[in-house]
Each structure stands twice: as structure tokens, then as C-alpha cells.
């Protein structure tokens, strides 16, 4: 019997194979003996020594039984448990480990291992209850994680918050009113809004320093600052005197809301401009009930707000450019100039756009289609409606120094298109050429200069002559912070001023994007691509997804 070779402690902890030598034994022993024989003395459960007890089977077969006499070959073990702590000290995640005929976790241990880590906050004492009473489930050796405390994040303080505490008219052209019926009436868009003086505006919510996290071993983590800014004062607007976040009226007038601040505008209210008005030029913003009727010139130092169409006439504003219903000119001859001008120093938004030429020094924003304009902005331009399934780009040009985002680019069996973004791409590659060549010159000027034998030159030349080297290095930093600044200007317009397309190109488009790539949700089939000056002519096939 094999039982006789293993010897168990007095605490019944260990179990030791002891083969006396001269023994005997009744046949060769294989290592299912000796784990049979542990079986038979309740020990099996104990954490098992596989390789010693290979070695004791090797022993006996090579005559070495001195060698194994004692062998440790089985051990009662506690349960176990380890805790991982991340680097970033917010979480530590514990696994137990079942025992090997021993006890389960006891909470001293737990408690042990816990001040051992130095964990102090954020424990969450259901997980620890939750092992605790697991680890009396687990079969020796089997093991069970779960994090047992997580540290609290920082909370970033909020930016300072500007509220408008008046109706933003260029919103609100864009929604005509409800009837009593139910019906809506599109030309009807309310009454004017217009303020009185000591009307509060806006107000202004100040930045927060946010809340500090802690860590699990008790370290504060500073929260970052939210970025506190001041208003921003617009002409017939002004602070308070007697709040500093509140912003009022100086004067009567209507109200042209910014991020940060607003501005009180003289307003010319008329109904529609055409023949018995004649054309309008005003000192302040307009606002057109209907229509600029053809023919029309109307100018503006501050916007303009027209509640049905532009048509055929020439509106310069200094601010935006809002239109209910659309801007629609006469079709022309290819080189023909187009019938309907619309210029403004801010934004222009409408519904629709044809046969037109507008121009703006920011964004475009075009919610149905542009078909055979000229789109020129210096922002971006946007022909696309807010679930960006709907807006289309055909016929014309459409230039861009921002992004151009679209639905569809061009439509099918319709006129030549061409797009254009990044307008200034070469303008940022000629000024980029230029302060390297400066750079460069500056630098081989200072070369030739750290040749000169300072030593051998006279007291008055060899003065000059480290003046201009003074000079030069001085002129290399101010190169070099330019350079490095117009460098990350011009990657960062490549990587943001691509062209979107949510849907579709068609063919007959010319594309030219001096950016890092296309971006399409589906096929594309232009004539021709330009990228970066060189034109490629490409198969239908997909880009990538947006």
C-alpha cells in the first residue's frame, strides 16, 4: 500500500513521501499511486507538487530512493487573494483564489492586503462582501476578480457661459408663424424684435473651477479650470453698472445676437423693396416682410433679413445675410455675369439658391439646393439640411477656403459642377517657400559670419561684425517661430478643410481639394480630381465613410 510512504503532520498541513531505503515495494510506482493514495487519506484537495512527485517516480525507476526520502509532495493551503492596483492609482482589482483545503478568505486578510496596497478611498465594500462570500464557493485553485475600488475622476470646471435673454431675429425669420387654424402663414413672421433701452440681454454665467479627483491611495487630482471670458461689447450694447455678468441695451432698437455679447441695431422695417420703394441703402440692419423684387439694389451697414426671396438683385450687407425662402437670378450665358449679387461681410443663410452669385467672408449655409451659382466664402460652405440627407450642389462653382460640406455633389445627366476647398492651399505653400528661403539665408549669412577670424579684424570691424551676428541669430528666431507657426496653421487647414459628401457624386463633377483626403458615405464617379495641383482621373469606387 502506498498510504505507508506518506506521512502527514501533526497540524495535518503537509504531506511528505518517505520511502525508507532497503523497502521493497510490491510493484513499480506510477505517480496515479501516489494521487491515489492521497485520495484514500482525504489529502487529495491539498495543492499537489506535480514535479516533485515526478521526481520521486524518476528517482525510484533509476535505484535513487535516497534522493526522494521526505519529499514535500502535498500542502493545505488557504484561500488566497492578490490585489492589482493600475498605474494611475483609480482602480485596484482584487482575485481570489479558492483554497486548497484550507479556509476561505477571511476579512482580516482582505483588510491586511487593502492597508498593504495603501488603498484608502473609493472601496466599494458590496464587491468585497461579494468575494468574500464567493471564495467559500471556489474549488481549490479556482479563482474570481472584481474591481473593489475605483478612485473619482476630476471634473473639468465649466467655460463661462453667455445666456441671450432676447429672441435672435435671424432664428426666428426662418420659422413663420402658426395660425389660429393650425395653419402656418409663410409670410407671416410675427412681430419685429426690437428692445428698449436698459433691456437686459445676455448674461453671463462665469467659469468654475471644477471639482478635484482623488485617487484610490488618497492623492488629489486637480481638476482643470473651466476658461473664463469676458463679453464681448457690440455697438448699442454695454455692462451693467450695477451687474458685472449682465449685459443691457444702450439704445432702442433690434438686437443681433453673438456668442458672447449682442448688438443693438437701427432697423428699417419695410415690406417688400421693388420699383415704388426704389432701391435702399441704410445706416443700420433692414428687415424685408416679403421680397427684393428684380432690379432692386439694397445695401446695409449691419443685415439684412428678408422674409420671402431675393430675385435678380443686388443686396450687399456689412453683417449677415438672411433669407426665408431663397435667392433666385435669370439663367445666363456660360459667360455671361449672373443676374442676382449677394455679398455679405458675415454669413448668408436661405432656404435655396439659383442661378446666383453670393459671396460671403464667413460661412454659406444653403439648406435644400444651389443650382448653377457661383458660392464663394471665406469660411466654409454648408448646401445640406440638419438630418444631412437632403442638399444638393449642381451646375456652377463652389469655392471654398474652409470645408464645403454637401448631400449630394451634382446630379445625374445635369450641368458640369466644380468645387473647390482649402481655396487658400497655394497662398500657405508661397508663404511657407518664402520664410524657409528667409531661414535659410539667415542661416548660411551666420555661417560665413562664425568663419571670420574675429581676432585678426580691427577693434571697430570685429564689432560690427559681431552686431550683425547678434542680429542675424535674433532675426533666426523670429524665422523660425514664424515658420513653425504657419506650418501648423497649413497642417491643420489640411486636416480639417476637406469636402463632405453625406450621399452621392455624379459625374460631370470637378473636384479640387488641396486636403488630406475625400470624404464620401458612398460611390463617387467625377470626371476628374484635382489634389494638391495634379489632376487624376479616377474609376467609380468608394472613399471611405464619414
Do not use: W
Not at 510490491?26 to 506535480?50: M, S
Request: proline share 4%; charged share 20%; with cysteine.
Amino acid at each position: 500500500m502506498i498510504e505507508q510512504f506518506l506521512v502527514l503532520s501533526d497540524n495535518k498541513s503537509t504531506v511528505h513521501f518517505t520511502l525508507p531505503e532497503h523497502t521493497e515495494l510490491p510493484h513499480q510506482i506510477e505517480a496515479i499511486h501516489i494521487y491515489q493514495a492521497l485520495k484514500n487519506t482525504g489529502t487529495n484537495n491539498y495543492y499537489l507538487f506535480d514535479s516533485e512527485i515526478k521526481n520521486i517516480i524518476s528517482s525510484i525507476k533509476n535505484g535513487n530512493i535516497s534522493n526522494v526520502n521526505g519529499t514535500l509532495i502535498s500542502q493545505r493551503l488557504d484561500a488566497q487573494l492578490s490585489i492589482e492596483v493600475q498605474e494611475d492609482e483609480m482602480t485596484a482589482t482584487m482575485t481570489v483564489t479558492g483554497a486548497y483545503g484550507g479556509v476561505p478568505l477571511r476579512g482580516p486578510l482582505i483588510i491586511e492586503e487593502l492597508t498593504n496596497k495603501q488603498i484608502l478611498k473609493g472601496i466599494n465594500k458590496d464587491n468585497l462582501k461579494a468575494l468574500l462570500l464567493k471564495s467559500k464557493d471556489l474549488a481549490p485553485g479556482e479563482t474570481a476578480s472584481d474591481i473593489i475600488a475605483i478612485g473619482r475622476e476630476p471634473i473639468a470646471g465649466q467655460d463661462t457661459i453667455f445666456k441671450s435673454l432676447v429672441p435672435n431675429i435671424l432664428e426666428r425669420v426662418l420659422k413663420p408663424q402658426e395660425t389660429d387654424d393650425g395653419h402656418v402663414d409663410m409670410r407671416n413672421l410675427g412681430e419685429v424684435i426690437s428692445v428698449k433701452k436698459n433691456t437686459p440681454l445676455m448674461k453671463r454665467i462665469p467659469a468654475t473651477p471644477g471639482t478635484n479627483g482623488l485617487t484610490i491611495t488618497g492623492k488629489p487630482i486637480i481638476a482643470t479650470f473651466g476658461i473664463d471670458s469676458d463679453f464681448q461689447l457690440y455697438p448699442g450694447s454695454s455692462i451693467s453698472p450695477i451687474d458685472s455678468n449682465l449685459l443691457v441695451a444702450d439704445i432702442d432698437g433690434t438686437p443681433l445676437i453673438h456668442a458672447s455679447g449682442i448688438a443693438i441695431d437701427n432697423l428699417l422695417t419695410v415690406k417688400s423693396i421693388n420699383a415704388t420703394s426704389g432701391h435702399v441703402s441704410f445706416n443700420g440692419s433692414i428687415f424685408v416682410q416679403e421680397d427684393i423684387e428684380p432690379g432692386m439694389k439694397v445695401s446695409a451697414e449691419g443685415s439684412i433679413t428678408v422674409g420671402g426671396f431675393i430675385e435678380n438683385a443686388e443686396v450687399n450687407a456689412k453683417g449677415d445675410i438672411t433669407v426665408m425662402n431663397g435667392i433666385i437670378g435669370r439663367p445666363v450665358a456660360d459667360e455671361d455675369p449672373l443676374t442676382c449679387s449677394v455679398t455679405a461681410e458675415g454669413k448668408v443663410t436661405t432656404k435655396l439658391a439659383q442661378n446666383a452669385h453670393i459671396m460671403a467672408h464667413n460661412d454659406i449655409h444653403i439648406t435644400l439646393h444651389a443650382n448653377h451659382c457661383i458660392l464663394e466664402s471665406l469660411g466654409s460652405i454648408f448646401v445640406i439640411d440638419n438630418t444631412e440627407k437632403h442638399g444638393t450642389i449642381s451646375g456652377g462653382k463652389a469655392t471654398a477656403n474652409g470645408f464645403i460640406k454637401t448631400a449630394n455633389l451634382g446630379i445625374e445627366g445635369g450641368a458640369y459642377t466644380k468645387i473647390h476647398a482649402f481655396h487658400d492651399f497655394n497662398t500657405h505653400k508661397e508663404t511657407l517657400h518664402a520664410l524657409q528661403k528667409r531661414y535659410d539665408d539667415v542661416s548660411s549669412q551666420i555661417i560665413k559670419i562664425e568663419q571670420i577670424n574675429i581676432e585678426r579684424q580691427s577693434p571697430e570691424l570685429a564689432e560690427k561684425i559681431l552686431r550683425s551676428k547678434e542680429k542675424s541669430n535674433q532675426d533666426l528666431l523670429t524665422l523660425r517661430s514664424a515658420l513653425k507657426q504657419e506650418q501648423t496653421s497649413f497642417n491643420s487647414n489640411l486636416k480639417k478643410n476637406n469636402i463632405f459628401v453625406t450621399n452621392k457624386i455624379f459625374p460631370r463633377v470637378d473636384i479640387q481639394f488641396n486636403t488630406e483626403h475625400l470624404v464620401t458615405k458612398r460611390e463617387y464617379s467625377p470626371s476628374k480630381v484635382s489634389y494638391s495641383g495634379y489632376n487624376i482621373d479616377i474609376e467609380p469606387v468608394m472613399i471611405g465613410k464619414k
